[in-house]
């Protein structure tokens, strides 16, 4: 494969990962804000599943093609726009591995709260105030990797 197909799958993938990410989060935390108990379980039951189908995979091919692009570019993994871009995305990671944790207790809980017509539990809030925080320094993570992505100079490497 060349750097130039792979630098084009990166980039989409990172697309598809920012997109589902910022997306998830927007519709969840609206259905969160709405009050509305079906509105919520049936969000976070298409939040969870979204990370599944779309999240999940670019996770991993994300380090795996920026790992790729590395090694044809003949650069060490201790240059610096390199580091950082690994160490903030393992930051998000750390945050996100949380998130997903509990969007699937969150799920459980509205699922169960929708179908015995109850609120739901200042757990569930709790919870949702945690999703909230831990996207913070995620999102901010991921649009860093981004910049450092754009902005990156490879020598002898059309970037």
């Known amino acids: ?85 690994f160490f903030l995305y393992f930051l998000a990671g750390a945050c996100w591995l949380p998130v997903v944790w509990l969007q699937i207790r969150m799920q459980k809980i509205a699922q169960k709260a929708a179908a015995e017509t109850t609120p739901l539990p200042a757990a569930y809030w709790r919870m949702a105030r945690w999703w909230f925080w831990l996207g913070v320094p995620a999102f901010t993570s991921m649009v860093a990797v981004v910049v450092l992505m754009v902005f990156k100079h490879l020598p002898g490497v059309e970037s």
């Open 1 to 85: 494969m060349t750097y130039t197909t792979l630098k084009a799958l990166h980039i989409l993938s990172m697309i598809l990962l920012f997109g589902t990410g910022l997306g998830s989060a927007y519709y969840k935390w609206m259905a969160d804000r709405s009050g509305n108990v079906v509105h919520i379980a049936v969000t976070n039951r298409h939040v969870v599943l979204a990370d599944w189908i779309f999240t999940t995979p670019t996770v991993i091919f994300q380090p795996i093609s920026g790992l790729w692009m590395v090694y044809l570019a003949g650069l060490p993994m201790t240059t610096p726009w390199i580091a950082a871009s």
